[in-house]
């Protein structure tokens, strides 16, 4: 069986179940019965996002991705950690030089050769070449 990873890249942000959210993602909230578990609570607010592929309920944690075309869906908290990992920060140097480098169509060894500043940040380097990276703000 051949193995295959994804490449499409998403937003990503954990629900706080503030209303800043509720508002930004259009999540609706009806109310359920006290689940057995939460005794003292005085009502059970059930959030609920509205999806392509319908509404889906969401708990304070869980993940709300954004795709490439702007749909929302959700992922769970522990599925979301062993799925996604978020992308490195690098500087604006850092991203000029890879940009250079692939314009030039030269590769990633030709990185490390000619910039030895980066030999503290092999594995940050190597992983935006490859998947994208986020400039930090200097």
Do not use: C
């Amino acid at each position: 069986m051949t193995k295959y990873r994804k490449t499409a890249l998403i937003e990503a942000e954990q629900f706080d179940s503030s209303d800043e959210m509720i508002h930004k993602y259009n999540i609706y909230i009806t109310f359920g019965s006290i689940p057995w578990d939460k005794p003292n609570h005085k009502d059970y607010r059930i959030f609920v996002l509205k999806t392509v592929d319908g509404d889906i309920e969401l708990i304070h944690g869980d993940w709300i991705a954004t795709g490439i075309d702007g749909e929302h869906w959700v992922i769970r908290n522990d599925i979301f950690k062993q799925t996604y990992k978020q992308l490195p920060v690098i500087s604006h140097y850092a991203a000029e030089i890879i940009e250079w480098t692939k314009e030039a169509d030269k590769t990633l060894a030709d990185v490390f050769r000619d910039y030895d500043e980066f030999e503290d940040r092999v594995d940050d380097i190597a992983r935006a070449w490859l998947d994208g990276y986020e400039v930090r703000d200097e």
